[in-house]
């Protein structure tokens, strides 16, 4: 039976993959990640799970022996953060075009230096094109649901791809709230049992992963990307099935109060939370504020996204990370490549905010409507900028 | 939605009074979080943790900053830390400290309505060691109905397992003694 408890997100996310009866978990702690697979350990060392928990010596061995487990048959699952996820760097590709259906939890955090175990998704974005499905959570109930969501996705016979599940490091990983948990048997009728398509078996040999001359590479890359886009209708039906079955419905894109809206902002992860409350206290002073935000990153949600903006005026984009140097932040980026030669397509201002666990809090959103306004008001739109720095825009600290 | 912010030092238990409070009104169906302040624990140091109580479900992730309730678990702090910062109109101190709080007021500066219990000498009596959080958490139930009494005390006998029992005196005379002022 589903119990309303309340608990440390990260905990509630090892039950959860617990509770989807995963056969093999290698990993290596790190902030803010950690609880997540101390917790696995215990249940597994105390006999409440029956699986392999491989205690590696570094997160490059770690999705190695993901890749190991999963090509075996195994269901597999491992969590990382920041620094660890960069080192798993390579092997990510491999896992991904190997097409193994590991679930990998990030509790986004900041990237070094200066070394930072605070939330941005510096981590993550760096990692956007490793192949992977990527999809953020807000809240820990999300989180937690995602779980068997992610291993159902992954292994449906019409997606097998990895699928990172993303929550903000602490302000998610570290909070104590209240989230219902399903039990194993709930989410056994969810989830069945993994039936790999293809598998390492000494009696039936096979080879993965060899050579890719270039006479196979573009094909295999091709193959690689339609797998990708072709997981999204699978996506859709998962989700939705989920929430026939437990009542709770998530969309690749979600919106929140944007029926009337003149300003969106558009968001991804834990933040949006936040924004949300700042929406409605403000939407009483008559400012027409509205949320839109990425649940599923890859594949990029186009269609819905289109929707979901078409007809506001201004969005404002918050981006917890950017390329130095570049064209500004990852999501601003892709919103406008989504926008680019649209009629009528909304003024994109783009802002860089709660960098390494600087809280973006209502001041923060003040800032950004300021800006928006002008441009709604019929003013230029501004470049890019990092916003909540002190003494202001480029190197005037 | 009422915000509470607990300063304590690293290893008194802050957090854990945080999470206590939290887990308690869950279980009386309501909403709550609670969290600490994310970084490098220090044992001795300054620390502070964090919860909101609500009816409706909450969703700011934010840290505290404008408390309607501190709580100061350590006597030391009072004078190296703004415990009244940002602390909102009509809002509550829970203090361990022997001073009267009318001394507190006038000496430091407190503000608010101020609630003042002698923890450390409950919980050296009761625990037999000066870890006061949940002595505090005595205090801070007797000057509001932030959550239901007996739900705590359930909580403590969760968490506490066989030291329970002196923790759980050390709720009921902070619960008792503690004086209210304003």
């Known amino acids: ?397 | 939605m009422l915000e509470l912010r607990f300063h304590g030092r690293g290893g008194q238990g802050g957090v854990t009074s945080a999470e206590l409070l939290a887990l308690t009104a869950i279980a009386g169906g309501k909403f709550a979080q609670s969290f600490p302040s994310f970084g490098p624990e220090r044992r001795g140091a300054p620390v502070k943790a964090f919860a909101r109580i609500s009816e409706a479900q909450i969703r700011n992730r934010t840290a505290v900053t404008t408390p309607n309730i501190t709580v100061v678990l350590d006597p030391s702090l009072l004078t190296i830390v703004n415990t009244s910062e940002g602390l909102v109109e009509g809002g509550m101190q829970v203090v361990n400290s022997t001073h009267s709080p009318k001394a507190l007021r006038e000496e430091i500066g407190l503000k608010g309505k101020l609630v003042v219990v002698d923890a450390n000498k409950i919980a050296a009596e009761e625990i037999g060691r000066v870890i006061t959080n949940t002595t505090m958490l005595g205090a801070l139930l007797k000057a509001t109905g932030i959550v239901d009494k007996e739900l705590l005390i359930e909580q403590l006998k969760k968490r506490f397992g066989r030291i329970a029992e002196g923790n759980i005196k050390a709720f009921n005379r902070a619960f008792d003694e503690a004086q209210i002022d304003g």
């Open chain 1, 1 to 397: 039976m589903a119990v309303r408890k309340g608990i440390e997100v990260s905990l509630a996310v090892a039950e959860a993959a617990a509770a989807c009866d995963v056969d093999c978990i290698a990993a290596y702690p790190i902030t803010p990640q950690t609880h997540i697979v101390e917790h696995l350990s215990e249940l597994v060392n105390d006999g409440e799970l029956d699986a392999e928990f491989i205690p590696v010596e570094s997160e490059h061995s770690a999705m190695s022996c993901c890749c190991g487990t999963a090509a075996a048959g195994a269901r597999t699952f491992t969590a990382t953060s920041s620094q660890g996820l960069a080192l798993m760097h390579e092997i990510l590709f491999i896992a991904a075009n190997l097409r193994l259906p590991i679930v990998m939890t990030v509790a986004n955090r900041a990237l070094s230096a200066p070394i930072n175990i605070w939330n941005d998704h510096s981590d993550i974005m760096t990692e956007r094109d490793a192949g992977w499905l990527q999809i953020f959570a807000e809240n820990g109930q999300e989180a937690t649901d995602m779980v068997p969501i992610c291993h159902r996705i992954a292994e449906d016979k019409r997606v097998l791809l990895p699928i990172m599940l993303n929550f903000d490091g602490f302000i998610v990983s570290h909070v104590v709230e209240p989230i219902i948990c399903l039990d194993k048997e709930e989410i056994a009728t969810f989830l069945p049992i993994y039936e790999p398509q293809q598998r390492l078996d000494i009696d039936h040999p096979i080879t993965m992963g060899p050579v890719g001359m270039p006479e196979v590479y573009t094909e295999a890359k091709m193959a690689h990307e339609a797998a990708v886009q072709n997981s999204y209708e699978p996506i859709c039906e998962i989700l939705e099935e989920f929430g026939k079955q437990f009542g709770r419905t998530y969309k690749p894109v979600e919106t929140y109060k944007t029926e009337d809206a003149d300003i969106v902002y558009i968001m991804m992860g834990a933040a949006a939370e936040t924004a949300m409350s700042w929406v409605d206290k403000v939407r009483d002073s008559g400012k027409k504020v509205g949320i839109v935000r990425f649940r599923l990153w890859r594949p990029l949600p186009v269609k819905a996204f289109k929707e979901a903006v078409k007809g506001f005026k201004v969005l404002c984009v918050v981006d917890r990370h950017f390329s130095p140097g570049g064209a500004g932040g990852p999501v601003a980026q892709e919103v406008k490549y989504m926008l680019y030669g649209e009629e009528n397509a909304p003024k994109v201002v783009e802002v860089v905010a709660g960098l390494g666990g600087r809280d973006l809090d209502y001041d923060a959103f003040e800032t950004m409507y300021d800006k928006c306004k002008k441009v709604l008001d019929g003013g230029e739109v501004p470049p890019f900028e990092l916003i909540q720095a002190r003494g202001g825009h480029y190197g005037k600290i």
